[in-house]
């Protein structure tokens, strides 16, 4: 493989292991690159003073005081977790046949309400899912206009940032838009999908409260 | 951005060293490092498990395994070593709490590293916060590093300290992460919340901001001569 120095930029980007073999080739016989590229490498090396793993067995003893504190605060979380468990570690092959039972007796019993209840068509239970969905889409760019609002009362503060902390939250700000892109477009996708939705709420919640403390740091 | 009191001379401290470790500081996944393969560990599931079962143990081992490196990636985010020790505490309480919604989508490891590195930034916001609320001066809001047990070579090391509280808080969480922690760009983004290829190009932006600042000047360099 041959390398150029304008290569150079892009494999300090994105090299595959034989473009940067091919590199150290080229910086054989270019001063350039060799400058470029052992100056390069020289902020990993310098990196590594930056670890400092001593132990510290004082540390762990004050999280575990705090761990078993929270614990006895908090004992039903443990007992969810256990039941979790329990489940988790059941065989597979149990797992299967429980599910399966399970879906079984939703499914008769699921027919038996359908049959006892005097319902016009079977088309009304599809219409209102759609519907739910269509509520969902409604409220979510309701949510969005109004987090809109918040965003461009904030911006003069963000696009000049006065101090190191509006910094900080235009980076966040910017971090989360790029999630809230990621994710919608997964939404977009599979509309369906409540998950997707639940993390696109705490997306959103997330870049509210986060307008709203620039906000009152501009107060 | 400032660049005083940054310098230093890549031939005499750096690159003698350089040339002898190699692939390490390639970029590239596959020959980044040893450090980078250890982040998913073979006990990872196990250890998950044990946490999820609520069992002390589990936690210790957790502790054990990654404490070190948590101490020390909180460290350099907060610059303090007392704020870096309550972040680690906080960040197991946090993981305590969260347990039950760990689906396994990420390693263990990588999802408490995201805790951590959460809640770094959540106290060095609030830390920020009350500063600003006391009318500090603004240089007071730049990590200071805490002077730390004798290393290999302590000018290296503070040069690049001060050269990392330069970078912007992205640029520096994903150095550290890649460079210091030994994380690959795909536990980086999972943590970050952003693509690999944002982790690879922040990575990219941050160490030529760095070594913008870390290399001597030219003029410096040409008047030596």
New interface residues.
């Given amino acids: 493989m041959n390398v150029s120095c304008n290569d150079r930029e892009r494999i300090?980007?994105?090299?595959?292991?034989e473009e940067?073999a091919a590199l150290e080739q080229h910086a054989a016989s270019c001063a350039a690159c060799a400058g470029e590229l052992?100056?390069?490498?020289?902020?990993?090396?310098?990196?590594?003073?930056?670890?400092?793993?001593?132990?510290?067995p004082q540390?762990?003893m004050?999280?575990?005081n705090?761990?078993?504190e929270?614990?006895q605060a908090?004992p039903l979380?443990?007992g969810?977790?256990?039941r979790?468990?329990i489940w988790?570690d059941m065989p597979l092959g149990w797992r299967t046949a429980l599910a399966g039972a399970l879906v079984l007796a939703l499914t008769i019993s699921g027919v038996y309400v359908v049959r006892h209840q005097n319902t016009p068509d079977t088309g009304q239970s599809r219409l209102l899912k759609n519907s739910v969905l269509a509520e969902v889409e409604r409220t979510e760019r309701d949510y969005m206009k109004a987090i809109d609002k918040l965003a461009a009362d904030a911006k003069p503060e963000l696009d000049s940032p006065a101090?190191?902390?509006l910094?900080?939250?235009k980076?966040?700000l910017?971090?989360l838009d790029?999630?809230i892109d990621?994710l919608r477009t997964e939404a977009e996708r599979n509309p369906s999908n409540a998950h997707l939705r639940y993390e696109l709420l705490a997306m959103y919640q997330e870049k509210q409260q986060t307008l709203q403390?620039v906000l009152e740091?501009k107060r | 951005m400032g660049t005083v009191g940054l310098t230093l001379q890549w031939e005499h401290r750096i690159s003698s060293v350089a040339g002898e470790r190699g692939p390490r500081v390639q970029p590239s996944e596959i020959a980044a490092g040893q450090n980078r393969e250890n982040t998913a560990l073979p006990d990872d599931a196990a250890l998950a498990a044990g946490c999820q079962a609520g069992d002390l143990r589990a936690y210790e081992r957790l502790y054990q395994l990654q404490g070190a490196r948590m101490r020390n990636l909180a460290r350099h985010l907060l610059g303090s070593q007392t704020d870096a020790e309550d972040a680690v505490q906080d960040s197991f309480l946090k993981i305590q709490r969260g347990i039950g919604s760990f689906r396994g989508q990420s390693t263990f490891v990588t999802w408490a590293f995201r805790i951590l590195v959460n809640t770094c930034h959540d106290l060095r916001r609030s830390r920020l916060r009350r500063k600003e609320h006391r009318q500090d001066d603004s240089n007071e809001t730049l990590p200071r590093m805490e002077p730390r047990a004798p290393g290999a070579h302590p000018s290296l090391r503070m040069a690049l300290e001060r050269a990392l509280a330069e970078l912007t808080h992205h640029q520096r969480d994903v150095f550290l992460l890649y460079e210091v922690e030994g994380f690959r760009h795909a536990e980086i983004a999972t943590m970050l919340a952003i693509s690999e290829t944002a982790s690879k190009n922040t990575l990219f932006q941050a160490k030529r901001n760095l070594r913008g600042m870390l290399e001597p000047p030219r003029s410096a360099e040409a008047g030596g001569r």
């Fill in positions: 300090f980007l994105d090299g595959s292991p940067w052992r100056a390069w490498k020289s902020l990993s090396t310098a990196a590594e003073e930056l670890r400092d793993y001593r132990e510290d540390l762990w004050r999280i575990e705090s761990l078993r929270n614990e908090h979380r443990r969810l977790s256990e979790l468990r988790r101090n190191p902390l910094a900080s939250y980076e966040k910017i971090v790029g999630a990621e403390e740091t």
